[in-house]
């Protein structure tokens, strides 16, 4: 036990000499912006300076609000109604006997679908697919490109979940007559599709594009399509679609508001009588359906006229819109509060050197108007403080300076201390 102790002891010691208390970290004394009322006094053309302050704060409020607004509004999806054109292009290619060494070249033919959003801030182009683009539009739009930079538009693929092209199943048998494709996380957006076959014959093909709508949007039960006039939406217009026609028959039950009194036309499409507004949601999932795809029936024809041949399809959709993107550039902008911190912390200096300024001057007024008074108030009050500073060396060579409450606390406390420091020691010894 004595080599333990004497252990704990030169651990104990080696602990004070090293241990080191790290000094709190000074934080910055926060100076109002606000000038006193004797400077206002003093200098009558500060009132410009709080009549700034007091616009300052009306103009952070508004743009807070602003910011607050402009948040809110991101959360909903903002779209913005815009058109995509679809070319389909067909080209038959004629085939021929070969003669001595030439091959001979079986007939076949090509199609492809592509695709662009007709912008409407843009001037209107001509119904060409985009593979022929001339040299003077070429030029065109590299001047415009220089001139204003636009972000890369979307690729094609992007706006659909799927493609299926089916073929003449008498043509092509029923194993080689349908050519999909799929989204897939690992899938690389394309301008476009392209098909190529062997044949001489004209071909009926059937193209089915199933849109990527985000939010997803839904086909809607006959019976509830025909009561809330929707045919394709998303969940929440749905809803609140629904939710309108109770408010205007005034279907919700007055003593339980939780409750909805069904009419007839409700009652026969949830098969319920009543029902809580809260299961609405879980009662749509058998009336929602996958949206229908786009359908386009197209003929390859192997005439002469028409064996090359484009034909254009106009498509109503819903994109993002580009006022997204500039509010939430706006959100993240840091720029402007940089400056705004600059010339806060600026004005925060011009602050604190004018009452500094003013703090002397009263002082140097003081003196000039009574020196006498004012140096016999200013030595009592340095005297004073040099008394506070140092305390009261008399009293405290007395017994019963010490003979206090807060001695005895101070003596418990300190030897808890001691305790407990020498418990965590002896518990680290001991493993």
């Keep these: 036990p004595r080599r333990l102790s004497s252990a704990m002891r030169g651990r104990r010691n080696r602990m004070m000499r090293t241990s080191v208390v790290a000094p709190p970290p000074v934080q910055p004394r926060i100076i109002s912006r606000d000038l006193s009322h004797r400077i206002r006094e003093l200098v009558p053309e500060s009132k410009m300076y709080a009549d700034l302050l007091t616009f300052e704060k009306k103009l952070d409020y508004n743009i807070m609000r602003k910011r607050l607004d402009i948040q809110e509004a991101l ?25 001595g060494p030439e091959k ?25 697919a985009p593979t022929g683009t001339t040299g003077t539009a070429a030029a065109a739009t590299t001047a415009t490109a220089e001139t204003k930079p ?60 199933m849109l990527d709508n985000q939010p997803p949007q839904y086909k809607l039960d006959v019976r509830l399509a025909r009561l809330l006039g929707i045919h394709t939406q998303t969940r929440p217009v749905i809803i609140n679609a629904l939710w309108t026609y109770i408010k205007t028959r005034k279907l919700q039950d007055p003593n339980e508001r939780e409750f909805i009194n069904c009419d007839a036309c409700l009652t026969q499409i949830f098969e319920v009588p009543r029902m809580k507004f809260s299961e609405i949601p879980q009662r749509l999932q058998g009336l929602l359906m996958p949206a229908d795809p786009i359908v386009i029936s197209h003929l390859i024809s192997n005439d002469a006229v028409e064996r090359a041949k484009t034909s254009c399809y106009d498509l109503e959709i819903d994109v993002d819109d580009t006022l997204k993107q500039q509010m939430n ?34 002082f140097f007024k003081k003196f000039s108007d009574d020196p006498h008074d004012f140096i016999h108030r200013w030595l009592l009050s340095q005297n004073k ?11 405290e060579r007395k017994a019963t300076f010490y003979d206090k409450p807060w001695t005895r606390e101070a003596v418990y406390r300190y030897f808890y201390g001691k305790v407990e420091q020498m418990r965590a020691e002896l518990a680290q010894a001991l493993g």
């Design 75 to 99: 959360k909903r999806p903002v779209k913005r109604r815009c058109k995509l054109r679809i070319f389909i292009t067909h080209r038959f290619y004629v085939g021929h006997v070969g003669v």
């Design 104 to 128: 001979s070249i079986e007939p076949s033919w090509e199609l492809k679908v592509e695709g662009r959003v007709l912008d409407d801030s843009k001037p209107p182009e001509g119904t060409a």
């Design 150 to 209: 636009t972000p890369p538009p979307r690729k094609f693929s992007s706006f659909f979940k799927n493609l299926v092209i089916e073929l003449d199943k008498d043509m092509y048998g029923p194993d080689n007559h349908l050519v999909e494709w799929h989204r897939t996380s690992q899938v690389e957006e394309t301008d476009g599709f392209q098909l190529r076959r062997k044949g001489d014959k004209p071909v009926k093909c059937t193209i089915f594009l």
């Design 329 to 362: 550039a706006f959100l993240l902008s840091t720029a402007s509060q940089q400056e705004i911190l600059s010339l806060d912390s600026k004005i925060q200096e011009t602050i604190q050197t004018i009452n500094t300024l003013k703090t002397r001057r009263e």
């Design 385 to 395: 403080s040099t008394r506070e500073v140092s305390g009261n060396r008399e009293e």
